[in-house]
């Protein structure tokens, strides 16, 4: 049976430390102001969006509620790498594809920069290189060479300008029997990764055991992400 | 669509534009940035890889590895763990690394760092700088110190190497202490009187380890090993933003909750750890030590104390002296009698020595007559002190409610063991030696000290440094540099008092915005005769100096971190230092040739790390006996200890006179401070006539988006930080009584200063309470506030108690400090 790979992300355990994000700048060589992964400042009970959210980073932290009786949860999101993913859809070019193991890529050399994607994600996962961008350091860290999956070019580290791109689940990780790098490098060990196909899995048991939530499910996308939501059983006050 | 709350946004967005906020071009300072520009590889490049350890002062301690190609660093992520040396124990040890330390290609790389050597040119802190060679500068250090010491004297010259790194080469142990004592200058103390650190280690000291004692050679301090959390039944994190500040220690308190584990988080602010809490309790900043009598005394009321481990491991039973207040001892009553400790015997009443054979139990209770003396017991002493912290007294100090007092002292007294972990923030107190004091009381009494997932700890591994051979190190042929803690040093240099500082040389330390009362700070520093910096960035410091020196970063210099954790992590030079930076170790080396002492520094790095750690030495400390070179150069291997995770005092033998927990402590008797009976802080406390004044306790605490002043200005952190801009926090309701909105800029003012940032309303903080992140830079071209800074507005009061440990002296209560804040106009 072939492969779907998954990621759960454990809310309980997620505190917002955004090591996951900057990790994936890091490994990814993301340009300044693009991030594949951002993490979402929210209520325990809702999952966020990021489309239309309010600019940069202004209200990290900011607990909702009214003093003392708050609450706070964080929601790292990137491309849900959805099996019915619209951004696949509405590419005219079929630069973005999506694996038989799950994993959504967009080909570099395809894309025609049209933008359609960027507009199609619900979850606002994509980026666009409206220009030439801009890197610190200056010169290509992280991975720092083309990858390359059945010929198509799904990662070069100095972008071209004027393509989409997005959260890889570290292909050239993955393909070599590796993580990708904000599951290895979670200081919450928040993030499971693995074969959703695959009962015995650690990301099937996470989710068969604590239920976890897609984003937007109502949609119809069917993310290959679930989130375990903040569980308040138990706790002391409420 | 299920309901939406968008909280967070970052540019790159659909339908978001690319335009950078955080550009480089005016970030440079002395010279344009010198990193060579792009060239994108196709095929596999030839990587080496490296083991090394992040010195960060956050005590972390994460292992890093290192991918390097060429010269250049590539990236980093976190490093594997090994065995104990003696190979015994091999932890389950998680892998350690946060943002800040994934970060550090970009603080390597920065355009911000410092490239050159530079003399001042124009006045003081007026930016203008002549680029000069290293034999100029060093030639001017040597010239100008030598200067200062003829008319001055030798310790005129105080070498500030400080927490900016944790490891042995350079920063808070480094080669400046050696350096000192070569010159007979002055230097700070390496254990920890650095600034506002040092109030809970005096606590730590005055009931467990009696600094008067040669054994404990003027103080020592220690904490029990993050993964002992896992033993826990109920974690309090007290002052505690673990989650934000302690990333990679969140995974063990995660994982101890998985198996039932409660965890009690006591901030004023709702912190990320707050939200993820238990329960979360908003006390009043500074009445901490309210808080913890109120919960001793209802575990003594109640008896839920720990009978048999009081009378077996404290002083509980002794009789204190009803005149002169300290232990009564057997000489006390009997002409030429013993110096032994009075008890009384349960069985018939008698008064007995301590260690009496014929003794059947101790007393723990009354007051007994002696002679003509009526003397209680010292558990007795404590009970009566407190006895006026009832649940309702206490909650209108601490404005925690009479139930939560109650139900914290149920839950810490009903879960054993109880772990109380504190944030150093408990320690930005003028008296936060007392709530130390006050918490190891309380764990003591329920039995939670020297047992695994017990305790009071606020830092862990200076056991570490006890593996070191120290002395040899700091004290070449005997020569010991004279001592000066940071809060003593401005007074030198004003007023000299205790004598005159006219030549400094800071080392990985940010005095100038990082100490508190900064207006003060930077009179003192503009008094000098002949400043000397060394950074690897033009620091707020290293702005008023007259030389600088361009230092390395962690990847560029050979050192050894053992801090934090129990693990030796050996630091290889990963990469050549970037344009004419040298590492302080170097630097030195220069500078002491010149001054005739450089015979003490012709030894490698590597050399120094072989001596200090006796490696191949059968005499060796017994933590590191057998360490061979191999083991330090490939990997990080963990100390041989008794406990595994380290826990302080396993064996129950407590270095103080009596050799129990004192929790009734002589030396503090001219405080009227024997046992932890609550006391006002200096400045921030309830009923401060100047409160009419400056209403506001402000707080200044750490973000997860740098290690205080460190990494402010790194594109990926800033990005993700409100672009680095400060912010004061404040309760709507506050900022409502004055006009604020959200994003207004504000004055924040006191009688020592002011500071002008945006106003963010947050439900997250306590009324009556502000916050502003510190460590954000105050420089002539990198401004993270406004105008000033939070130091601007903090004391230098230190607390005289704390003098009686000598190690641990004087404290900078950074958190003791009230304002007023008012909208700017216009």
């Not at chain 1, 209200?59 to 959805?82: E, K, R, S, W």
């Amino acid at each position: 049976m072939t492969k779907h790979w998954g990621m759960v992300i454990d809310q309980n355990r997620c505190v917002g430390c955004w090591t996951c994000a900057v990790s994936c700048k890091s490994i990814n060589n993301e340009p300044l102001g693009i991030f594949w992964n951002r993490v979402l400042t929210g209520e325990p009970s809702a999952s966020a969006s990021v489309s239309g959210a309010p600019p940069a980073s202004q209200a990290i932290d900011v607990p909702h509620g009214v003093f003392p009786n708050l609450a706070l949860a964080y929601q790292p999101t990137a491309c849900q790498h959805c099996a019915d993913a619209p951004c696949e859809k509405v590419c005219p070019v079929s630069a973005t594809f999506r694996r038989e193991d799950g994993v959504v890529l967009v080909d570099f050399e395809r894309c025609i920069g049209c933008r359609y994607c960027l507009a199609a994600c619900p979850y606002g996962a994509r980026a666009f290189n409206w220009e030439k961008e801009q890197y610190a350091p200056d010169f290509p860290v992280g991975y720092g060479r083309d990858y390359r999956t059945g010929g198509r070019l799904v990662f070069t580290p100095v972008r071209p300008v004027g393509v989409a791109e997005k959260c890889t689940f570290c292909v050239e990780r993955i393909d070599v029997g590796k993580k990708p790098m904000c599951v290895e490098t979670c200081p919450a060990g928040a993030r499971i990764f693995g074969d959703l196909n695959d009962p015995a899995s650690e990301v099937s048991q996470a989710v068969n055991r604590q239920g976890g939530r897609q984003l937007l499910a109502d949609l119809g996308t069917r993310p290959s992400v679930y989130y375990l939501a903040v569980d308040r059983q138990g706790r002391l006050t409420d | 669509m299920p309901r939406i709350k968008r909280r967070q946004f970052i540019k790159g967005m659909a339908g978001g534009v690319a335009a950078v906020g955080v550009g480089l071009s005016g970030l440079r300072y002395l010279e344009p940035a010198g990193v060579a520009s792009a060239s994108p590889l196709t095929s596999a490049p030839e990587e080496k890889l490296y083991r090394t350890g992040h010195s960060n002062n956050c005590d972390g301690s994460c292992g890093h590895t290192v991918h390097v190609v060429g010269n250049r660093a590539t990236f980093i992520e976190s490093a594997p763990w090994e065995s104990s040396i003696d190979g015994k124990v091999k932890e389950d040890y998680p892998p350690r690394i946060c943002l800040r330390g994934v970060s550090q290609l970009q603080n390597t790389y920065s355009p911000d760092r410092v490239k050159y050597p530079y003399r001042r040119v124009g006045p003081r802190g007026s930016g203008k700088w002549e680029r000069i060679s290293w034999e100029e500068a060093t030639t001017a250090i040597a010239e100008n110190f030598r200067k200062a010491q003829e008319k001055y004297g030798a310790k005129s010259v105080w070498i500030a190497p400080y927490t900016g790194s944790l490891s042995l080469i350079e920063g808070v142990i480094g080669a400046g202490y050696r350096f000192a004592s070569a010159i007979g200058a002055s230097a700070g103390d390496f254990e920890g009187d650095n600034e506002g650190d040092s109030a809970c280690p005096a606590g730590f000291n005055y009931v467990l380890a009696d600094p008067t004692l040669p054994a404990n050679g003027g103080g020592i301090f220690d904490g029990h090993e993050y993964l002992d959390y896992l033993n826990s039944k109920v974690i309090f994190l007290w002052a505690n933003n673990l989650a934000e500040t302690s990333i990679p220690d969140w995974r063990t308190i995660c994982d101890a909750r998985k198996n039932g584990t409660k965890l009690v988080v006591l901030d004023p602010r709702y912190t990320p750890t707050a939200a993820a809490a238990d329960l979360w309790v908003p006390i009043r900043p500074g009445t901490d030590t309210a808080l913890v009598d109120g919960m001793i005394r209802w575990i003594i009321q109640n008896k839920r104390f720990d009978e048999a481990y009081v009378r077996q491991y404290t002083v509980a039973p002794y009789l204190i002296h009803p005149l002169t207040k300290k232990f009564l001892k057997h000489k006390d009553i009997v002409a030429g009698g013993e110096d032994k400790y009075l008890v009384v015997d349960e069985q018939d009443g008698s008064v007995k020595k301590w260690d009496d054979p014929g003794l059947s139990k101790p007393s723990l209770w009354g007051t007994h007559a002696v002679g003509a003396l009526k003397a209680r017991t010292a558990l007795q002493v404590l009970a009566d002190t407190l006895n006026k912290y009832t649940p309702e007294y206490t909650a209108k100090i601490t404005d925690v409610d009479a139930k939560t007092v109650v139900q914290l002292a149920e839950l810490y007294a009903g879960n054993h063991p109880a772990g109380v972990k504190a944030g150093f923030g408990l320690s930005h107190w003028y008296r936060a030696d007392l709530t130390f004091q006050a918490l190891l009381t309380l764990s003591a009494l329920t039995g939670n000290i020297g047992v695994h997932g017990g305790g009071v700890t606020i830092y862990s591994g200076a056991l570490l440094t006890t593996a070191y051979d120290i002395p040899s190190w700091f004290y070449p042929d005997k020569k010991q540099y004279t001592y000066l803690p940071p809060m003593q040093a401005c007074d030198a240099m004003l007023e000299s008092k205790p004598y005159p500082v006219k030549a400094a040389w800071f080392m990985v330390d940010n005095y100038a915005q990082q100490m508190s009362d900064r207006n003060k700070v930077m009179k003192a520093l503009n008094s000098l005769d002949f400043l000397v910096v060394s950074d690897y960035v033009l620091s707020a410091t290293a702005e008023l100096a007259d030389i600088v020196l361009p230092a390395c970063t962690y990847l560029e210099k050979t050192d050894l971190l053992g801090s934090g954790n129990y693990y030796l992590q050996y630091m290889p030079k990963t990469i050549q230092p970037l344009w004419e930076s040298k590492s302080d170790f170097e630097a030195i080396g220069l500078v002491a040739e010149k001054m005739g002492v450089g015979q003490y520094f012709h030894k490698t790095p590597d050399d120094f790390i072989k001596e200090v750690l006796h490696i191949g030495d059968p005499q060796a400390d017994p933590t590191v006996r057998g360490l061979t070179w191999d083991q330090l150069t490939k990997g990080a291997y963990r100390l041989n200890t008794e406990s595994v995770p380290y826990v302080p005092f396993y064996n129950k033998q407590f270095p103080t006179k009596s050799g129990k927990i004192e929790f009734y402590v002589e030396l503090l008797i001219p405080y009227e401070q024997e046992v932890c009976d609550y006391k006002e802080q200096a400045e921030a406390f309830p009923n401060n006539p100047l409160l009419q004044k400056y209403p506001l306790v402000f707080l200044s605490t750490h973000t997860r988006f740098r290690t205080h002043s460190q990494y402010c200005n790194l594109p990926w952190l800033k990005e993700i930080n409100n672009n680095g801009e400060g912010f004061l926090e404040i309760n709507p309701r506050d900022a409502a009584k004055r006009g604020i909105a959200d994003g207004d800029v504000v004055r924040v003012f006191n009688g020592r200063g002011e500071m002008k940032v945006r106003a963010r309303l947050t439900e997250g903080i306590k009324q009556g309470v502000t916050n502003c992140y510190q460590g954000g830079w105050a420089t002539r071209q990198v401004k993270h506030y406004i105008e000033g800074h939070p130091n601007n507005l903090t004391h230098q009061i230190a607390n005289p108690a704390q003098t009686i440990v000598p190690n641990f002296q004087s404290n900078a209560a950074y958190y003791d400090c009230l304002v007023q804040v008012e909208k700017v106009k216009g």
